[in-house]
């Protein structure tokens, strides 16, 4: 089936500094990009929804200039988590969608995330 | 989308098979159910989908109630490594709308 990567696989980075998180389709064009977070013990929650070229959409409580998106590409987006605080720490998966063929959306592995 | 209902928690015994349930009583002509399985500290994990037909693959079975109500995801033969969180999602296929998850299905697999 289709891949999607992520990198990092974990993370640990300083309170007040920044940390990118990379999301990769790796064998087909992902028109749509979706971020999750999922805290300990918990479902995985949507955080946004990203399309190629434009602007991501945000879920309510999920403050935008905290968590930029870049979807530049078919087959990359990025999530920068800025001025990482302890609470932000999180498991943040990523979910591509292809929009050409298939319609399907597929999951990376997940990205840990420890801000100390 | 229309929501579901999934129990929090069932045991299997290893071996044996697994039958895990999901209601979606307000599913609509054009969703499909799909199961997605999440085991700790992964991505979550295709496992099936299918709109009102039963389908098999190489790792579960889906069984659909003709009205499409509920459905039963079922592991035939339970191994330790099918202990995971079970999601049960009904969606839309042919539209841009996001996949969410509900609480799922904590499955433990016993020896």
């Known amino acids: 089936g289709a891949v999607v990567s992520q990198h990092p696989s974990r993370v640990i980075c300083k309170s007040g500094t920044s940390v990118k998180i990379e999301c990769r389709s790796l064998d087909f064009q992902a028109t749509t990009m979706f971020w999750y977070r999922q805290f300990p013990k918990q479902s995985l929650m949507l955080m946004a929804t990203?399309?190629?070229?434009?602007?991501?959409?945000?879920e309510q409580g999920v403050e935008k200039d905290k968590f930029l998106i870049n979807h530049a590409s078919l087959t990359l987006s990025t999530l920068t988590v800025t001025s990482a605080h302890p609470e932000d720490s999180s498991f943040y998966i990523c979910?591509?969608?292809?929009?050409?063929?298939?319609?399907?959306?597929?999951f990376g592995p997940g990205t840990r995330l420890t801000v100390t | 989308d229309a929501k579901t209902t999934q129990p929090p928690s069932m045991d299997c015994a290893e071996g044996r098979a697994a039958n895990l349930p999901c209601n979606h009583s307000?599913?609509?002509?054009?969703?499909?159910v799909y199961w997605y399985r999440q085991i700790h500290s992964q991505g979550p994990q295709y496992i099936i989908h299918?709109?009102?037909n039963n389908e098999t693959n190489e790792m579960a079975s889906l069984i659909i109630t003709e009205d499409r109500k509920s459905s039963t995801l079922i592991l035939p033969h339970a191994t330790l490594r099918d202990t995971a969180v079970y999601y049960c999602i009904v969606r839309k296929v042919y539209n841009n709308n996001d996949m969410r998850f509900g609480a799922g299905t904590r499955l433990t697999v016993k020896p």
């Open positions: 307000t599913i609509s002509g054009n969703e499909y």
């Open positions: 979910s591509a969608r292809d929009g050409l063929f298939s319609y399907e959306q597929y």
């Open positions: 990203s399309n190629e070229g434009s602007k991501a959409t945000y």
């Open positions: 299918g709109l009102k």
